[in-house]
């Protein structure tokens, strides 16, 4: 008798603790779920419209996109195409390409010796600049893609493209 009894008085006990950390954890669980799902990381993309258009003005050889972290929760995809000009090239390619995107409604909103920054008053959060491929930083998987096309690389443009 004095078995049950102390068995009963330890059930009495452990069973609402047990029941108490179950039902924190289940919570906690749902509450780091609610968290990610809800507001997990935001990732700004490039509107698939704006990289039509960009393709448009040439023969891509190459494409690429990168997420990187922007601050806290936020990231930014940037897409990275080579666009082979073919040789109707008037000028060189920087400005062949800026010329092409601005038949397209493009418009220039800074020029530097070696890139074009153009803006889009239908995209007017994207971000487009436009280097000659041999100034340009891009990705090892790019440039082997575009190596492998076997296509004159100075009659291709760099753009990047982000929001």
Do not use: C
């Not at 609402?16 to 669980?29: D, E, F, I, R």
């Amino acid at each position: 008798m004095r078995l049950s009894y102390g068995r009963n008085r330890l059930k009495g006990v452990l069973v609402p603790l047990v029941g108490s950390l179950a039902a924190a954890l289940v919570v906690m669980g749902l509450g780091w779920a609610v968290l990610h799902l809800y507001f997990g990381p935001q990732v700004s993309r490039v509107d698939p419209a704006v990289l039509s258009e960009l393709r448009a003005i040439g023969q891509v050889v190459g494409e690429n996109s990168i997420v990187a972290h922007q601050w806290e929760n936020n990231y930014v995809e940037m897409n990275e195409l080579v666009i082979y000009l073919d040789g109707n090239a008037k000028e060189d390619v920087v400005t062949e390409a800026a010329y092409r995107l601005k038949q397209r409604g493009w418009h220039v909103s800074r020029r530097e010796s070696s890139e074009t920054w153009l803006e889009s008053a239908r995209w007017p959060y994207a971000l487009v600049a436009v280097e000659q491929l041999e100034d340009a930083h891009m990705s090892s998987e790019l440039r082997e893609q575009v190596i492998s096309t076997g296509l004159p690389m100075s009659n291709m443009a760099y753009i990047g493209v982000h929001l």
